[in-house]
């Protein structure tokens, strides 16, 4: 009768460990998630957004791209092989990685999506193909300080939101040659054939 008392104080105990072991998992669980918070202003350390706003009221049907130049900090939207707009970005700090490749759009959201991981708002986002990653609103600081998205400035991302749709193909590349171009715009090769 004593081994079977002593075998019911080791299980107790045992038991009693395990709960200690779960209780901060669920302590965690029942703490509430922190409300993210409306911001009015984000920093655009730049400030030097270029729009072609001929070519953004014009642009009905013609095809579009969104170029990311992780090297320049830069965003274009090419409409039509013309750069409608040209702005600056912020990409992922030391760290932390910004995709490169070709994506499309795949989810536009203009308010209320919330990231996950951050609890931060991120308006006017748009994803990038099937990852975690999109372009929205963010501080634009002058250098890569976001998590892997691609922050926009605040005066940007509405135009850009709304001159893209979802299908609309993003590439996210090192180093942008705009040799594709119909019209040159900051590389120019000498004796190239400008059409317009």
């Keep these: 009768m004593a081994a079977s008392v002593s075998e019911a104080g080791l299980f107790d105990k045992l038991k009693a460990k395990k709960r200690a072991k779960n209780a901060p998992a669920e ?21 030097d957004a ?3 706003e001929a070519l953004l009221k014009s642009a009905e049907g013609k ?9 320049r900090q830069r965003a274009f939207l090419v409409i039509d092989g013309i750069v409608a707009i040209d702005s600056a970005i912020s990409s992922a700090r030391r760290g932390k990685h910004t995709p490169r490749g070709s994506y499309q759009i795949t989810e536009k959201v203009a308010s209320g999506k919330v990231s996950t991981l951050y609890h931060v708002y991120m308006p006017y986002w748009m994803r990038l193909g099937r990852t975690t990653v999109g372009m929205h609103v963010g501080d634009v600081p002058g250098y890569p300080a976001s998590a892997g998205c691609i922050r926009l400035p605040q005066n940007v991302a509405p135009i850009l939101f709304e001159h893209v749709t979802h299908g609309t193909r993003v590439d996210v590349v090192d180093t942008w040659d705009e040799s594709d171009l119909r019209l040159p715009y900051t590389v120019r090769k000498p004796g190239a054939y400008v059409d317009t």
């Design 63 to 71: 095809p579009r791209r969104v170029i990311i130049d992780i090297g």
């Design 50 to 52: 270029y729009l072609n």
């Design 27 to 47: 302590v965690e669980k029942s703490k509430p998630k922190p409300r993210p918070q409306h911001r009015s202003h984000y920093r655009d350390a730049h400030g």
